[in-house]
């Protein structure tokens, strides 16, 4: 598909291609949509095939950014940039200048932080050339504990919506994935007398959590299957489809994994079964909330930005609320949610008011 | 060939994908180098048939902008806008209001104005959304006709060539042969007369041909496939492109080639053709600079002395042109790619002087 098809079909404002020859940098930005504010969204490294696949990526997940930052009530529109290349063997810190500088170049239209193949110190180097990066260590820094906090309230959402009782304890919940964002969550609900069940692909990390929190280690293939309360996907996107759905046997499923259906009928199938399906790009929005909180006219506070974080619980019950009303699937009712607030913004935007 | 490869290729800086689903605006925004300065370059409206075909259009306008701007000694850099539309059909003011909210966006990086398919009065409606622009109608503070300088930078441009050539600035007596008697070429033949040339003019439309006669009786008219054929010191092509090919080369009596048209050499070659034929060529991107220079003064806020005076250096970028052209044995068009590059080398190497903001 052509730039402009893509651009058509999806409603892209922007696609900026970025090349510099002394670090050979090759940088795509993807500016989706601004209704809302500047586009922020994280800048991954990949090392692509073909560049058109570096394309598609940036398409995608700047699209999905300006439905995550609307759904978290935040001012900022979708963005995404991707780098080819190889994050461990083609960076240089004349690549991540040249970034920076491009990010510069687009005067605050596009705020970038770290995500796939960059991190912190990435940022720090970029931002020797642009004031438009967020997630700095010294500010909003590691977003895993805030994606944590968010999944954990989204769940007890969940928890409320089926069982008309936020609480979690004696619940069984099956997490996938043991990385930062499932090591922290693990944490909140087992301090809520949540049994634990947990699998990881490092047994290393399996084995830490079993020793911390006397959780049950399942293999990797078993989590789908076993009897719980609560499915967490933190791991893998793509977890929910033709293979995995009949093997499960909870009555939610809520993790930080992104793109948890494979495809949008598998939020179907989840919703004929009577599964209550926590959208991923809601509940796994905290990561994303708390740096924005940088970019609010106060700048970051850690305890404002957990608040607001911790806000997820009225936005997915906001998301049950639409899906129940109209009878559509969680998924499609999130988006819903996204595209009225940017609409009706929109209509508010339209007042003058002199400068 | 993907965009990146031909970005690596060209040199291109930033290729800017803009669209906005109101107005149907599809702009493709090419910076080549901004080494030199802000990218400067018109904005052209064309149904191209493909996206293609307009990403291949501006990648290969902006670099030509580059070595323009640089050959010039201007301080922008190149870069080039297309909307791919139909100029006829599809403009609205929310399309290029929508087109100045996105070079607004860049924050000065791009400056554009009127080029194939958009005239000034378009961007009165961009205007709206970002300062960014030159070649704004005069009552919008443009610097209005751009002919005039044009012309009179092509007067210069011919007087460093007698410089080479005959080794005198003068071009008294000297026959020259005008192609074209349009708004530069009529305002070319001003200054040629008034010096006290010999001349020779042709164009096809004879209202053009008639009024230069009426004005300048001992003026000699020819029909227009006769101009190539004339015997005389410099043949001015003010007119078409493509106008030094295969057919054309054989028939020059000339020992000078300088006008404003552009693209005047069909291909690369023929510029080396006339060097072998020992025909000094001013590369039409620079003597024909003179309308670039004064819109790209309107943002210091037009002064039509100082714009008439950098134009008037056109001259020393020739002279300096035709001096690598000789040291190093190659075209004067190869010459002014040299001098460019290595004006962008070298101001880029002194910009690495730190100065505290």
Not at chain 1, 81 to 104: H, P
Not at chain 1, 171 to 188: D, E, F, I, N, P
Not at chain 2, 151 to 169: C, I, L, N, S, T
Request: aromatic share 8%; glycine share 10%.
């Amino acid at each position: 598909m052509s730039i402009f098809e893509y651009m058509e079909k999806y409603g892209h404002e922007q696609i900026v291609f970025c090349y510099d020859r002394t670090s050979g940098l090759k940088a795509i930005i993807g500016i989706h949509d601004t209704t809302l504010g500047p586009a922020l969204g994280g800048c991954r490294m990949w090392p692509y095939e073909k560049e058109e696949d570096a394309v598609y990526d940036v398409v995608r997940l700047s699209r999905g950014m300006t439905y995550k930052n609307s759904a978290m009530g935040l001012n900022l529109g979708g963005g995404k940039a991707v780098i080819i290349g190889n994050s461990r063997t083609d960076k240089s810190e004349e690549m991540l200048r040249a970034m920076g500088k491009f990010v510069q170049s687009l005067g605050g239209r596009y705020i970038t932080a770290e995500d796939v193949g960059t991190n912190t110190e990435d940022i720090a180097t970029m931002a020797l050339e642009t004031d438009f990066v967020a997630g700095r260590a010294e500010l909003s820094g590691d977003p895993s504990p805030a994606t944590a906090y968010g999944v954990y309230r989204g769940i007890k959402a969940c928890a409320r919506e089926v069982w008309g009782n936020e609480g979690l304890q004696g619940r069984t919940v099956a997490v996938q994935g043991l990385g930062h964002v499932g090591s922290y969550l693990c944490k909140y609900l087992s301090d809520e007398g949540a049994r634990l069940i947990v699998t990881d692909i490092f047994p290393e990390n399996v084995e830490r959590i079993v020793r911390q929190f006397g959780a049950t280690a399942v293999k990797p293939e078993e989590i789908y299957g076993v009897e719980c309360d609560i499915f967490s996907p933190c791991a893998l996107g793509a977890v929910i489809n033709d293979e995995t759905l009949p093997q499960l046997k909870c009555r939610i499923v809520a993790g930080a994994a992104n793109n948890q259906l494979r495809e949008p009928q598998h939020g179907e199938v989840l919703k004929e079964k009577g599964i209550l399906y926590a959208p991923d790009f809601v509940i796994n929005g905290g990561g994303v909330t708390n740096v924005a909180e940088e970019y609010t006219a106060v700048g970051y506070s850690h305890d404002r930005a957990f608040a607001k974080v911790g806000q997820i619980y009225d936005k997915l019950l906001v998301v049950f609320k639409i899906a129940q009303e109209q009878n559509i699937t969680t998924a499609r009712a999130a988006d819903v949610m996204a595209e009225q607030r940017i609409a009706r913004l929109a209509q508010l935007k339209r007042m003058y008011l002199p400068e | 060939m993907d965009l990146f490869d031909q970005m690596q290729k060209e040199g291109h800086e930033q290729v800017v994908f803009c669209h906005d689903r109101a107005s149907g605006l599809k702009l493709v925004i090419a910076i080549h180098d901004t080494t030199l300065g802000p990218a400067l370059g018109g904005c052209r409206m064309w149904p191209y048939a493909n996206e293609e075909a307009a990403v291949t259009d501006a990648l290969r306008l902006s670099k030509g902008m580059t070595y323009k701007s640089a050959a010039a000694g201007m301080n922008h850099g190149g870069g080039k806008c297309v909307i791919w539309g139909n100029p006829a059909t599809d403009k609205s003011e929310e399309l290029f209001r929508a087109l100045g909210r996105f070079i607004g966006g860049l924050r000065g990086r791009m400056v554009t104005g009127t080029d194939v398919g958009t005239v000034p009065d378009d961007f009165v409606w961009a205007h709206a959304e970002t300062d960014f622009l030159v070649a704004l109608p005069e009552a919008y503070g443009g610097s209005g006709d751009s002919s005039v300088i044009t012309a009179f930078g092509v007067w210069r441009g011919m007087k460093a060539a007698a410089r080479e050539v005959w080794q005198e600035d003068s071009l008294k007596g000297r026959h020259i042969a005008v192609q074209g008697l349009g708004k530069v070429g009529a305002k070319l033949v001003d200054h040629l007369a008034e010096e006290g040339c010999r001349l020779t003019v042709t164009d096809v439309n004879p209202d053009y041909a008639n009024r230069v006669k009426d004005k300048y009786p001992q003026v000699a008219l020819v029909a227009a496939e006769e101009i190539y054929g004339v015997d005389c010191d410099i043949f001015s092509p003010c007119a078409l492109g493509a106008i030094i090919n295969d057919q054309t080369l054989p028939r020059l009596r000339c020992r000078v080639v300088a006008g404003s048209a552009n693209n005047q050499l069909a291909e690369p070659r023929h510029g080396e053709a006339l060097q072998e034929r020992g025909i000094l060529y001013c590369p039409d991107y620079v003597i024909n600079s003179g309308g670039l220079i004064q819109v790209a003064d309107e943002l210091m806020g037009y002064n039509h002395e100082r714009a008439f005076k950098k134009a008037a250096a056109i001259y020393d970028q020739l002279r300096q042109i035709f001096s690598i052209a000789r040291e190093q044995g190659t075209s004067t068009l190869r010459a002014a790619d040299l001098l460019a590059e290595r004006r962008i080398a070298r101001l880029g190497a002194v910009g690495r002087i730190y100065l505290p903001e």
